[in-house]
């Protein structure tokens, strides 16, 4: 059985995937380069993303508890 602990972490990773997709198909546009795992992850961390995705998985959990 998948702790909440697990499934914060697995569904964080999942969001930072789609976001590394997000930026090499927008980014391809106006780069030469696609961007690397490694700067995706480092954008997630600093630009705002990762608090973002907190305070959305959290209000989301949060009302799934109340429903139940």
Do not use: C
Request: net charge negative; glycine share 4%; aromatic share 14%.
């Amino acid at each position: 059985m998948k702790t909440d602990h697990y499934k914060y972490h697995e569904s964080q990773l999942d969001a930072i995937e789609d976001y590394y997709s997000t930026l090499n198909e927008y980014g391809a546009q106006y780069a030469e380069t696609p961007v690397s795992m490694e700067d995706a992850i480092i954008q997630w961390f600093t630009d705002g993303h990762a608090e973002n995705f907190r305070d959305t998985y959290l209000k989301s959990t949060e009302d799934v508890a109340e429903l139940g």
